[in-house]
């Protein structure tokens, strides 16, 4: 979701933004997503070099890294994830059978494929 289309759904900047990609772009769109609300809090996994420090501290935000989970904390998500809560709908962009796998994975890797999020079902 860009940051336009989540001040166009909150009707405001962000507060709270997770990027749970890493990348430079993905920290500039959470940057953008949460405006300048002072004391806008990020959550980041990478890129720390790519930070602007003036972006940071002139607009008070709360960067917190994160490395990975508990194998407790994960099978704890999966599994909350797993009964189909309300809203989550929208992360996945598309969906395939197990068989397409590999094909749908090249295709992301060369660029042909544009999604964020693939849901690769392993039912028949």
Do not use: N
């Not at 979701?1 to 890493?22: K, Y």
């Not at 980041?44 to 501290?57: F, G, I």
């Not at 917190?64 to 992360?91: K, M």
């Amino acid at each position: 979701m860009s940051p336009g289309e989540v001040r166009a759904r909150l009707g405001r900047a962000a507060t709270v933004v997770l990027d749970a990609v890493g990348t430079g772009a993905s920290l500039a769109d959470a940057f953008a997503a949460s405006g300048v609300a002072p004391g806008s809090y990020l959550s980041h996994e990478r890129a720390a070099d790519q930070l602007s420090a003036y972006e940071v501290s002139t607009h008070e935000r709360t960067i917190t890294g994160s490395f990975c989970i508990s194998v407790t904390e994960f099978r704890a998500t999966a599994q909350w994830v797993g009964s189909g809560p309300p809203g989550l709908e929208h992360l996945i962009e598309a969906r395939i059978p197990l068989a397409d796998g590999p094909a749908a994975f090249a295709r992301l890797a060369s660029g042909e494929l544009d999604v964020s999020k693939v849901l690769v079902l392993c039912q028949s």
